[in-house]
């Protein structure tokens, strides 16, 4: 039997109770800078209010929320052509290509539609398939933050990773 499709859609504020569940699952959080046992009402709020500043898709399978990410875009004047990139994939899909497809989809809105040069991110530097998966998609390794996170009472080195646009858009006339 073939796998379910993956369907890419806007983040909605109905999305929050599979967001709080998805986000809050003992395989997700400790790859995030989210702590345990966020609530349900935090979700409802943060999602309730509009911010034009974020970007935000979920990916879904048989109707049922197994991913999401986002983009926040700087709104400093000078850096407004940079946006901060977070990612969340249920552990039991994690490596069946969830992460990818939100993560073409995020890219083509950023690239095409957003007017984005830069999307930046942190990662865990030993969360290896995350990495992977960034490289894929152009993303490299900028820094080292060195005791970036505490996870479970162990301090944990992170990654900034950057990825510029493959093609940047150029002005009508331009050389």
């Given amino acids: 039997m073939a796998p379910s499709p993956i369907r890419i859609r806007r983040e909605e504020p109905e999305d929050a109770d599979a967001l709080a569940r998805l986000l809050g699952?003992?395989?997700v959080y400790?790859?995030?800078l989210q702590l345990p046992h966020v609530s349900r009402q935090f979700w409802r709020e943060r999602l309730a209010k509009y911010d034009p500043a974020k970007y935000a898709l979920v990916a879904e399978i048989d109707g049922t929320v197994v991913g999401s990410a986002w983009l926040f875009i700087n709104e400093?004047?000078?850096q407004r052509h940079?946006?901060?990139l977070g990612i969340g994939v249920a552990a039991e899909r994690s490596g069946r290509g969830v992460g990818t497809a939100l993560l073409r989809e995020l890219l083509r809105a950023a690239d095409g539609w957003l007017n984005l040069l830069r999307v930046e991110l942190t990662v865990y530097a030993d969360n290896e398939r995350a990495i992977r998966?960034?490289?894929k998609f152009g993303f490299a390794v900028e820094g080292t933050l060195r005791a970036h996170a505490l996870?479970?009472?162990v301090y944990v080195d992170g990654y900034v990773m950057g990825r510029l646009h493959p093609n940047p858009p150029q002005l009508p006339g331009a050389p």
Avoid: S, V, W
């Fill in 25 to 27: 699952d003992e395989g």
């Fill in 30 to 32: 400790p790859q995030t």
């Fill in 76 to 78: 400093r004047p000078r």
């Fill in 82 to 84: 940079c946006a901060m």
């Fill in 133 to 135: 998966l960034y490289r």
């Fill in 151 to 153: 996870r479970d009472g």
